[in-house]
């Protein structure tokens, strides 16, 4: 079982940046890789970017170019840099193992970008 615990959203200006925090823990060791994924009001859930073990990366269009996934090296902690932010972006924000298990669904974190 892993357990994943966001932080780092809040409100933001169009243009600005936030950084997330993504804790795991638990069997950690079995991840083979980690994703970030949003949901806005009124919109499916949906996915952001991946990082895998090995450090391979992905992003949706919609963000890239202006986010970036990143890992510690312990890989206990998977981080979100998000630059230029637009109104669009607004969403909780949500870390999970990719593909997703509903099982590891956190709370997530709010991400309000509006001026």
């Known amino acids: 079982q892993v357990s994943l615990v966001e932080s780092g959203g809040g409100l933001v200006q169009p243009g600005g940046s936030l950084r997330l925090s993504c804790a795991a823990s638990g069997s950690i060791g079995s991840i083979v890789a980690m994703g970030w994924y949003r949901q806005a009001p009124g919109k499916q859930r949906e996915l952001v970017a991946t990082?895998?073990?090995?450090?391979?990366?992905n992003y949706s269009d919609s963000v890239k170019g202006r986010f970036t996934i990143s890992r510690d090296n312990a890989k206990t902690t998977v981080y979100l840099q998000m630059n230029s932010l637009k109104p669009e972006d607004t969403a909780v924000y949500y870390c999970n193992v990719f593909p997703s298990r509903s099982a590891y669904w956190g709370q997530g974190t709010q991400v309000t970008v509006s001026s």
């Open positions: 990082i895998t073990s090995g450090g391979s990366v």
